[in-house]
T-cell receptor, first 115, second 114 residues
């Protein structure tokens, strides 16, 4: 059981380049998330998708776009990368509201460096 | 807006000793969930323990237990018989039962001394 799979694990971009981070989950979860992790700031929510067909902004959405391609896949796109977007990015999924266990499951993270 | 605060950026514990990591949160909701996640050097986020706010009994998972004080909005993690493998970053997280978003604290880095 793979859980949440993110690709790539590492990436170096030049300022202004674009890229898409891919995420897929095989747990039939309804909700998916993108977080970024920066030293001393914990995990901050970029975008989330409560269910297939919906996406909403989180705490730090500027400079990012997302696509919920289907129930399994949720991608994060950087249209014009900036050094401030250097971070570790996590994709996560959960069953959604009404799930008594309620926890989120995480991918292994993508370390992105923008030079 | 809900917030989660971890006031201890770093802590150390001797192997086999007990350590407590602190977490406080702010919410006006009455029904919510609290979590502790562990992030070892591999970067993988691993759920350590979960607490439902409607449950008065503190959650326990083997050597890990919580002290949940709902009125004080406090949710501390106690690690007993600390092991070298417990060395990691620990994040406290909150989710209201009626929303989708998980809110994380800034983390506490735990060092385990041999």
């Amino acid at each position: 059981n793979a859980g949440v799979t993110q690709t790539p694990k590492f990436q170096v971009l030049k300022t202004g380049q674009s890229m898409t981070l891919q995420c897929a989950q095989d747990m039939n979860h309804n909700s998916m998330y993108w977080y970024r992790q920066d030293p001393g700031m914990g995990l901050r929510l970029i975008y989330y998708s409560a269910s297939e067909g919906t996406t909403d902004k989180g705490e730090v959405p500027n400079g990012y776009n997302v696509s919920r391609l289907n129930k399994r896949e949720f991608s994060l796109r950087l249209e014009s990368a900036a050094p401030s977007q250097t971070s570790v990015y996590f994709c996560a999924s959960s069953r959604g509201i009404g799930d008594l266990r309620a926890e989120a499951f995480f991918g292994q993270g993508t370390r992105l460096t923008v030079v | 807006a809900q917030t989660v605060t971890q006031s201890q950026p770093e802590m150390s514990v001797q192997e086999a000793e007990t350590v407590t990591l602190s977490c406080t949160y702010d919410t006006s909701e009455s029904d919510y969930y609290l979590f502790w996640y562990k992030q070892p050097p591999s970067r993988q986020m691993i759920l350590v323990i979960r607490q439902e706010a409607y449950k008065q009994q503190n959650a326990t998972e083997n050597r890990f237990s919580v002290n949940f004080q709902k009125a004080a909005k406090s949710f501390s993690l106690k690690i007993s018989d600390s092991q070298l493998g417990d060395a990691a970053m620990y994040f406290c997280a909150y989710r209201s039962s009626g929303t989708y978003k998980y809110i994380f604290g800034t983390g506490t880095r735990l060092k385990v001394l041999a």
